[in-house]
């Protein structure tokens, strides 16, 4: 079974800086999805991001990237500029080729002003 | 246009008794999904229909749990003799199709006493 491990239960950053979150995973399939997901406080769980297994250059979606390492099974995401409004749980998830989804149990993200 | 919707946003029950939670996807997102949040950690996949059948049942915890979608639209989840250990927050997402991208509702906190 596939698994999504997200080492960092909570960090912290200064409004403006950059911050990584680390997510590693488990799986013995060659074709899957990843993704980043934000879940602010009470609210909706949105996308932030999302990494085709199969495309080797990393997704940027303006002020959040991604390293994809897919030999080391990793999956990090970087906030560049971070503002007060990305505070939130971040969650890693993984797809699998069965459109099976496998979450993480969340990095919780300060922003400090 | 509307997003997902879930009904109610918090449920309260006694233990032993039924719950039924329901889901409205976007319009037109032939794929629907359940999960159970507990505190503290990521979503945890319970069913997956596309269309009217369950295409992948696999994350329902026993046969206390059930999940119809009868017309390919609105799904339902049903617990019968809910327990304590059933209190969570229950989420649903729909997609287009397979393997696109999920949008999550705001979920239906349960509460079993």
């Known amino acids: 079974a596939q698994t999504v491990t997200q080492s960092q239960p909570e960090m912290s950053v200064q409004e403006a800086e950059t911050v990584t979150l680390s997510c590693t995973y488990d799986?013995?399939?060659?074709?899957?999805?990843l993704f980043w997901y934000k879940q602010p406080p009470s609210r909706q769980m949105i996308l932030v991001i999302r990494q085709e297994a199969y495309k080797q250059q990393n997704a940027t979606e303006n002020r959040f990237s991604v390293n994809f390492q897919k030999a080391a099974k990793s999956f990090s995401l970087k906030i560049s500029d971070s503002q007060l409004g990305d505070a939130a749980m971040y969650f890693c998830?993984?797809?699998?080729?069965?459109?099976?989804?496998?979450f993480g149990s969340g990095t919780k993200l300060n922003v400090k002003p | 246009g509307a997003g997902v919707s879930q009904t109610p946003s918090n449920k309260v029950t006694e233990k032993g008794k039924y719950v039924e939670l329901r889901c409205d996807p976007i319009?037109?997102?032939?794929?629907l999904y359940w999960y159970r949040q507990s505190l503290g950690q990521g979503p945890e996949f319970l069913i997956y229909f596309q269309g009217t059948g369950a295409a992948d049942d696999s994350g329902l915890p026993n046969d206390r749990f059930f999940a119809v979608r009868p017309e390919g639209s609105v799904s339902t989840l049903k617990i019968q003799r809910t327990e304590r250990g059933d209190s969570a927050m229950y989420l649903c997402a729909s997609s287009l199709g397979q393997g696109e991208t999920q949008y999550f509702g705001p979920g239906t906190r349960l509460l079993v006493l």
């Open positions: 799986t013995s399939e060659s074709d899957y999805y």
């Open positions: 998830a993984y797809r699998s080729r069965f459109n099976k989804f496998y």
């Open positions: 319009s037109g997102h032939t794929a």
